[in-house]
């Protein structure tokens, strides 16, 4: 009979998140008509049109996944701190408070909540009310749910002392769900612990060092969505910002904010985020690390400031009807005035620029006796002794020329390179001219810091790095110049570290984010990836040289299998397990060494055996052949790992990449290798 009521609410849900969404498109497709005029209707259409798109529904998602029964409060008061905690009206009418938790908020035609958005202040006793503290819940209900339909539900009676917490069957079975596809929300099993951090101020910049498995991932997701709802107009001002390592990652993730309502966020890689040329060369392995070295910033400032000289001869200017001179000692204080300023190279060669032009202003109100117009300013800023000036004491500098004047000749930094470190980044054959020079990867980290020294970088109001432990000093520096007036979140497991300037301890990072105050948060219970499988990674941990707590997981289920092949049979073992896998539900990926990946995917085809790759967000193929170096931050249900050996041999933090690899797994694992295992992972 309860079952059947909750369903009746759930159709009744739907069809009133229907009609709003039909409400929205409606003020959409009439907003010109309505508006008083045309820039008012391009915002109105702006506006619906953003929230036509928020209140998509996914028939296969659930609308609503759990309930709170708020104890009786029959006095005025109490109710009105219900209320309070609510953001609506209560109605005294009614004895019973009752409220359906889900990823949005949905209201009947009369304006009363049939659906409260996870986000909304009362919401968080969802998350954290218990027996010890019931926060006024009586009952607390999860909902199962497949493909959409409600199919089950589960009580925990606080007030009675009751509580499943992590025993939960509906809980349990959400989290142990399949997983084919990008990544879903976890609103439905957010943890205490989780939820604090997701519901952290705005104005607090903080850091997640999460082991595998503990949802470092989603809970920077989830915190992004609820600093929208709890600062919509701030934020749709300044801006979210989610950045990833790679596209496979930004892919995977891509559907968790949708689901819950949220359209207007930014995801970028960092290389995405940096690009301002195409890349054209290469570099070597030590002038990558070089180029990626704080002190490389100190070098690009020090080769634009040291352009900088005092004048050594008055200028003479003449408008046609008068000759103006202006003193060598004036402008000398007119740029040592703009230097002391600090301000970003561009903005003080165009604050010279000005000031010159009011010497002659004031020369020219006091000969005249009238003050010159408008267009006289702007022919005087532009006139031949002004710009020779600018161009003589302070000139012009674009993010190219400064990186290509660094990287042609080093020495002009000064002391921070030996000369072996500068002959690595020395450019062999210098360009003609900045625009015909060709760029690396790494040069690009440059350009963005040379940019930021010429012009400041617009600042979002909130952003979110996972996978952060890779950051090198200078893409650190590049996030900080797009978060200096917001705060970040920090995603990341130092353990997960590959790139040769990964940190070993998170206040590294922090300080070159311009956040060095910023809490680190642990998360160390897992609660995606099985027991064994986390055992198994977890010997590891000693040989990586970083201090991290070991990961502790709630799974007991799931399985793990490492089998010694030949080397004759590898290819084949990998393709029977392949086939295995598919017996049971949910995604299956090899993980392999690159070089390994294109005959790997060469024998599933021979196979007849679909498959894609990570970036296939649409593919509905359950098989991806992935190579080791982009699987970070991914998920999948069984993991097929093929030559440890080789994964571990190529890169220098091989280890590290492969303690990434065998944490990928939420169900299952199998490791086959023909050559021996790295001595760190057989000890016991």
């Avoid at 915190?223 to 701030?234: D, I, P, T, V």
């Avoid at 230097?339 to 202003?361: F, T």
């Avoid at 099985?530 to 040289?545: F, I, K, T, Y």
Wanted: glycine share 6%; net charge negative; proline share 6%.
């Amino acid at each position: 009979m309860e079952l059947a009521a909750e369903r009746t609410h759930l159709t009744a849900s739907r069809a009133a998140l229907r009609r709003m969404r039909d409400r929205a498109q409606a003020l959409f497709s009439t907003g010109d008509r309505v508006a008083g005029d045309s820039y008012t209707a391009e915002q109105l259409g702006r506006h619906m049109a953003r929230r036509v798109k928020e209140l998509a529904d996914d028939p296969d998602t659930p609308l609503f996944f759990g309930r709170l029964d708020i104890e009786s409060r029959p006095d005025a008061e109490n109710r009105l701190d219900t209320g309070s905690r609510l953001g609506i009206e209560n109605r005294p009418d009614i004895g019973k408070e009752t409220f359906h938790i889900g990823r949005r908020h949905v209201t009947d035609d009369a304006g009363e909540p049939m659906v409260l958005d996870w986000r909304a202040p009362l919401s968080r006793s969802f998350y954290r009310a218990s027996v010890r503290d019931p926060q006024g819940i009586a009952t607390r209900r999860r909902f199962g749910f497949v493909k959409g339909e409600l199919t089950s539900f589960e009580d925990e009676h606080l007030d009675r002392g009751e509580e499943l917490g992590t025993s939960s069957r509906i809980l349990t079975a959400e989290i142990e769900r399949p997983r084919v596809g990008p990544m879903r929300d976890i609103v439905a099993t957010i943890q205490p612990e989780q939820d604090e951090l997701v519901r952290a101020d705005l104005a607090d910049s903080i850091c997640v060092q999460g082991a595998p498995g503990t949802g470092k991932t989603a809970v920077g997701l989830h915190r992004a969505a609820y600093l929208l709802y709890l600062h919509r107009e701030r934020l749709r001002k300044s801006k979210v910002l989610i950045v990833g390592p790679n596209t496979a990652f930004l892919s995977y993730i891509s559907a968790v904010l949708p689901t819950l309502g949220e359209v207007e966020v930014q995801q970028s890689t960092l290389d995405d985020l940096v690009t301002r040329a195409p890349v054209k060369a290469v570099d070597t392995p030590t002038a990558t690390a070089i180029k990626h070295d704080v002190r490389i910033a100190e070098a690009l400032r020090r080769t634009l400031w040291n352009r900088i000289t005092r004048p050594t001869e008055p200028i003479m200017v003449s408008d046609g009807s008068y000759r103006w001179r202006i003193d060598i000692e004036p402008l000398r204080r007119i740029i040592d005035e703009a230097r002391r300023e600090e301000l970003p190279y561009s903005v003080g060669r165009e604050r010279v620029r000005a000031r010159v032009v009011g010497l002659l202003q004031l020369q020219s109100e006091y000969r005249t006796g009238n003050s010159p117009g408008d267009s006289w300013l702007r022919k005087m800023s532009k006139i031949g002794p002004v710009t020779g000036f600018l161009e003589a004491t302070w000139p012009a500098v674009t993010a190219e020329s400064l990186v290509a004047a660094l990287l042609t000749d080093p020495s002009a930094a000064g002391d921070l390179f030996t000369e072996q470190e500068q002959e690595a980044i020395r450019w062999v054959k210098p360009p003609k001219t900045a625009k015909s020079a060709k760029f690396s990867a790494a040069d690009l980290v440059l350009l963005d810091e040379a940019a930021g020294l010429l012009e400041r970088e617009t600042s979002f109001g909130h952003v979110v790095i996972d996978e952060a432990q890779d950051l090198s000093p200078m893409q650190a520096r590049a996030i900080a110049r797009r978060s200096e007036h917001g705060s970040i979140t920090l995603l990341g497991d130092l353990a997960q570290g590959t790139d040769p300037w990964a940190a070993n301890d998170w206040r590294d990072i922090l300080r070159h984010l311009g956040k060095p105050d910023a809490a680190v948060v642990p998360l160390t219970v897992g609660f995606r990836v099985p027991e064994a499988v986390v055992a198994l990674a977890n010997r590891l941990l000693p040989a990586l040289g970083v201090n991290v707590p070991e990961a502790v997981s709630l799974r007991r289920d799931g399985d793990l299998a490492v089998r010694a092949v030949s080397e004759a049979d590898l290819d084949g073992a990998v393709m029977a397990e392949v086939t295995a896998a598919l017996a049971h539900e949910g995604s299956v990926a090899v993980i392999a060494a690159d070089t390994a990946v294109e005959r790997l995917r060469a024998h599933l085809d021979a196979a007849g055996i679909g498959h894609a790759t990570p970036d296939d967000v649409d593919s509905e193929a359950r098989v991806m052949v992935v190579p080791a170096m982009i699987v970070k931050g991914l998920e999948y249900d069984h993991v097929i790992v093929h030559e440890p050996a080789d994964i571990v041999a190529a890169e220098p933090k091989g280890l590290n990449r492969l303690y990434v690899v065998l944490t990928r797994a939420v169900s299952r694992l199998s490791v086959l290798h023909a050559k021996p295992l790295p001595e760190a992972l057989t000890l016991s």
